[in-house]
Nanobody, 124 residues
């Protein structure tokens, strides 16, 4: 089970840090992704990290503003979001996918465990 938290209301230009804690399994052998879904839009990936944290990937829409990290000892993943824009408003989900190699896995396909989502609202 994954539990995402840390969302809230923030003004444009502000920052938020999301956390995602795993319980019932260890994240050591899982690649992680953060996804978001805005009303009326498809779910999209915004950050990915390999199981050991050696590789990350971000789409152009958030690159340079979002940073994904992980603390395997705490079984927790983080998403630091800076310079937030109104278009970042969405429900944010963390997800995990079992993998043996230390590589990022982009896209939604194959992610087995999903958190319940946390709302991020950016006001102008």
């Amino acid at each position: 089970q994954l539990q995402a938290y840390g969302g809230g209301l923030v003004q444009a230009g502000g920052s938020l840090r999301l956390s995602c804690a795993a319980s019932g399994f260890t994240l050591d052998y899982h690649a992680i992704g953060w996804f978001r879904q805005a009303p009326g839009k498809e779910r999209e990936g915004v950050a990915y990290i390999s199981r050991r944290g050696s590789s990350t990937y971000y789409p152009d829409s958030v690159r340079g503003r979002f940073t994904i990290s992980r603390d395997n000892a705490k079984n927790t993943i983080y998403l630091q979001m800076n310079s937030l824009k109104r278009e970042d408003t969405a429900v944010y989900y963390c997800a995990a996918r079992a993998i043996l190699k230390d590589a990022v896995v982009t896209g939604i396909t194959g992610y087995e465990y999903w958190g319940q989502g946390t709302q991020v609202t950016v006001s102008s």
